[in-house]
Structure formats: C-alpha cells, structure tokens
Nanobody, 119 residues
Framework: QVQLVESGGGLVQPGGSLRLSCAAS????????MGWYRQAQGKQRELVAS???????NYADSVKGRFTISTDNTKNTVYLQMNSLKPEDTAVYYC?????????????WGQGTQVTVSS
C-alpha cells in the first residue's frame, strides 16, 4: 500500500514562504501524476498544482507565479514551494498521487498539512 506523508506546513506571515514536502513510501516514478490540493474551511477542495510524468506542470490561476511544484526522484518526494503567501492561501494542503496498474487507476492521498497565513 502506498503511503504519502506530508510535512512543512505551519504559520507564516503574509508575504512569507513555506515549502511543503510529500514523501512517498515507494518510487514516485510509478505515478503518472502527483500534486497538491487544498481545502479551506467551509470551501470545496481545489487543485493547487500538479505535475505529470515528463515534467509538465499545471497551476491554479490563484497561485501562478507564486507556487512551484517539483519532484526529487532520488528522495521519492514531491514539493510545493509557496512564495508571497496571502491570507487566502490558508487551508489544509493534501498531496496526491495517481497511477495505473494493470489497467486499474488508483489515487493515493496524504493526511494533509495545515498552512495558516496570518499576521
């Protein structure tokens, strides 16, 4: 069973930066996509950033130019570098990973990490 463990959340002032990490229990090369969702209190979960095998990335309009997603295959980890943070970035951030094995698609989720942007 695949496990995803997030870290790096916390409290930061507006304009600050955080880097979220999501470590997978196995090789991330088996996933065709990985990324981050977030869910603010009282709101629906939304896709923040994703990366697919080959390196193409996708970002929500609200984070373009401020957030960067990347992977390190040697550490089986996906990162989300968040700069110029705003109060509206406050949410629980969830890492996910998707893969297809013998024609069956599976999506795995981390437990979530809280990011709070406040002065």
């Amino acid at each position: 069973q695949v496990q995803l463990v997030e870290s790096g959340g916390g409290l930061v002032q507006p304009g600050g930066s955080l880097r979220l990490s999501c470590a997978a229990s196995g090789s991330i090369s088996s996933f065709y996509t990985m990324g981050w969702y977030r869910q603010a209190q009282g709101k629906q979960r939304e896709l923040v950033a994703s990366i697919v095998r080959g390196g193409s990335t996708n970002y929500a309009d609200s984070v373009k130019g401020r957030f960067t997603i990347s992977t390190d295959n040697t550490k089986n980890t996906v990162y989300l570098q968040m700069n110029s943070l705003k109060p509206e970035d406050t949410a629980v951030y969830y890492c996910y990973a998707g893969r297809v094995v013998m024609g069956i698609h599976s999506t795995y989720w981390g437990q979530g990490t809280q990011v709070t942007v406040s002065s």
